[in-house]
């Protein structure tokens, strides 16, 4: 599904990634572990197609996405889900129409129902009619991840998904998202912590100063 080969990416003189190569299949469940300024931030929004690498090729579906100093295809045009440490909802939409934001197919009706499903698989059962400003940050996490979930995309990219919860939040979470997580859907969690990379991934790469240190089942 997706391939990284040599990435280089550095922004002025600054290296941020060094020499990143590796292969996701489908369904697999890849964690990148890491301390802080280790380049997993960097990696995702590459794959993402937020920035390009300096040098190298991002291909995902067996087509070039990015290239040295390009994108070639833009981040809504490649069929991926994102969630992100800092949950970003649109203020003025209700949770559900947070979690349907991204949804394409279907009428109003069967993408609010598609939504709900996904909230009620992250614990919101109920709370779809819920205004975003009166969500905790657990509920505003569990509705970010909502709308990864809902997306239906093939790989989803999970940046820090537990970074800003509590200790029996991230418990709970844990086990929902791992139900969903691999099969005929791909993903990438970001982590700095070990147990969360052992227990999602399938697979781990260890990064550390822009570069892959380790890659171990």
């Known amino acids: 599904m997706l391939s990284l080969n040599a990435i280089h990416w550095?922004?002025?003189s600054q290296p941020l990634l060094e020499a990143v190569s590796f292969e996701l299949a489908e369904g697999e469940v890849l964690a990148v572990l890491g301390p802080s300024g280790s380049g997993k931030t960097s990696l995702l929004r590459l794959i993402a197609g937020f920035a390009a690498p300096s040098a190298g090729r991002i291909s995902l579906r067996g087509s070039t996405v990015s290239e040295a100093g390009r994108v070639q295809i833009p981040p809504e045009r490649r069929g991926l889900a994102l969630a992100f440490q800092d949950a970003t909802l649109l203020p003025?939409?209700?949770a559900v129409g947070n979690a349907a934001f991204a949804l394409r197919q279907g009428s109003p009706a069967q993408r609010r129902a598609q939504a709900?499903?996904?909230l009620e698989a992250m614990g919101l059962t109920g709370m779809d009619g819920r205004e975003v400003g009166t969500l905790?940050?657990?509920e505003a996490q569990?509705?970010?991840?909502?709308?990864?979930?809902a997306a239906d995309a093939g790989l989803l990219l999970l940046d820090e998904p537990f970074g800003n919860v509590d200790r029996l939040t991230r418990a709970d979470l844990l086990v929902r998202l791992k139900s969903h997580l691999g099969g005929r859907r791909a993903a990438i969690v970001i982590t700095h912590d070990p147990a969360d990379a052992v227990e999602l991934g399938a697979r781990v790469l260890l990064?550390?100063?822009g570069r892959i240190v380790a890659d171990a089942p």
């Open 10 to 12: 550095r922004i002025g």
């Open 92 to 94: 003025h939409l209700d």
């Open 116 to 118: 709900r499903e996904a």
């Open 136 to 138: 905790s940050g657990g």
């Open 142 to 149: 569990r509705v970010s991840l909502a709308r990864a979930l």
């Open 207 to 209: 990064m550390k100063h």
